[in-house]
């Protein structure tokens, strides 16, 4: 009897097990992260604890000694949340109840670093007035995804982006960061308690942010040579094609223009003194000699583009575009002058605000395209001219400006 009952107790048991083990397996598989991520998260388990300890109440240790193997615990623990972050974006969810956890333990620990390491010994409290507003005005910039009081509108990300809506939004973030930062080294703050861990944290996002801004420069200035090579080959071979009598092609109209736009979007954000800007914009002029070289052969066939825009602010365009011209070719008389777009063309592109580089934004513009017709010692031509306006911080537009972009050779009687 007594057999058979530990028999059924061991049948039930198993089952209860089983039954377990079931819904064990079931939440690992909903939840499980990548073997990196858990063996990264178990070894920042490890880190954090001594310094868990260390500050424990129950701890008799001298305050200078809980600081230090705290402050030690939080920074090891933080690196490898940010190795995890580098080498497995994408692969797991930020909020996933692990990682979380984890982000609550370091936050949880730096609090009560920060609030020991800012009072003198045996005085436990609050940091300093002073300590607690750079703190309350800095953290924000670095509480990434799924730690506690991460604020999306405040968190900078450290690195740039295509996406231009995204781009305008962390341009703003870095502007507001880099400002804060320079303000609390300007101000010679002291590094205690929780600033200690915040500020290598923001100059190590300052930094990616920056150079990953740079690295994006450096993909448009291989773009743009790349664009250049295949313009300078096809004008090769159209001035062949002249030397053979034969008729030669054109140049699509839009892409100097658009190299030069890839041009500038680089230079933006790279050194003043970087030569490869200057060579590139010297090999886009020679494209541009020899297209209206090619264009001469075929002046002919040349005619102006009609009149494509309705706005209210057509005149103050086509004003615009004509002074710019007189100023550039004193020597033109206006026929005619007609604007090519249907409508203004918005465009974003991330620059340094000043030749320091230390600040960046993010400069919203606004084109249409307009040609004038004109005369000067006997030839005419037609003139293609770009026409912006930049936003302003207030959302509003300001003043006209442009450049010449092209000049083709026409017959005056096509001029109409």
């Not at 861990?197 to 990953?212: G, V």
């Not at 490869?276 to 297209?291: H, Q, S, T």
Request: glycine residues 6%.
């Amino acid at each position: 009897m007594k057999h058979r009952r530990l028999k059924i107790y061991s049948i039930i048991i198993v089952g209860i097990v089983a039954i377990a083990g079931i819904r064990t397996s079931t939440c690992s598989a909903q939840d499980k992260l990548p073997g990196g991520v858990s063996y990264r998260l178990r070894e920042a388990d490890k880190l954090l604890q001594p310094g868990e300890k260390a500050m424990s109440p129950a701890s008799t240790a001298s305050q200078d000694w809980k600081i230090d193997t705290a402050r030690a615990a939080v920074a090891s623990a933080r690196e490898k949340m940010k190795e995890i972050a580098e080498k497995f974006a994408g692969q797991y969810p930020p909020a996933h109840p692990d990682i979380v956890a984890m982000e609550t333990r370091i936050a949880k620990l730096e609090s009560t670093l920060s609030a020991q390491a800012a009072q003198p010994a045996g005085q436990p409290g609050k940091p300093s007035g002073s300590d607690s507003e750079w703190i309350s005005r800095l953290k924000p910039y670095v509480i990434g995804v799924g730690r506690p009081d991460h604020d999306p509108k405040k968190y900078l990300i450290p690195s740039a982006t295509q996406d231009q809506t995204e781009m305008a939004s962390r341009a703003a973030i870095y502007s507001a960061a880099r400002s804060d930062y320079d303000a609390f080294k300007k101000a010679g703050a002291p590094l205690t308690g929780e600033l200690e861990t915040i500020i290598p944290d923001l100059e190590r996002a300052l930094s990616e942010f920056e150079k990953s801004c740079v690295s994006y420069a450096e993909n448009d200035i291989a773009e743009a040579s790349q664009k250049l090579e295949h313009a300078e080959q096809f004008m090769t071979e159209q001035k062949t094609k002249i030397t053979s009598k034969q008729t030669p092609n054109l140049l699509q109209k839009d892409i100097v223009p658009e190299i030069e736009a890839i041009v500038n979007r680089a230079s933006g954000l790279l050194k003043p003194d970087d030569t490869r800007i200057a060579d590139l914009r010297k090999r886009i002029e020679g494209v541009r000699r020899d297209d209206l070289e090619i264009r001469r052969t075929r002046i002919a066939d040349t005619r102006m583009a009609g009149e494509k825009y309705s706005g209210s602010d057509a005149a103050s365009i086509r004003d615009k575009a004509v002074q710019i011209l007189q100023k550039a070719h004193p020597e033109a008389t206006v026929v005619k002058s007609v604007i090519t777009s249907s409508d203004w063309k918005e465009e974003s592109v991330l620059e340094y605000t000043d030749t320091t580089q230390t600040a960046l934004r993010y400069r919203t513009t606004r084109s249409v395209t307009v040609q004038i017709g004109a005369t000067a010692n006997g030839s005419a031509s037609v003139y293609t001219l770009d026409i912006s306006k930049d936003k302003r911080s207030d959302g509003s537009f300001g003043e006209l400006y442009g450049h010449v972009m092209y000049q083709d050779p026409i017959l005056p009687e096509n001029i109409k």
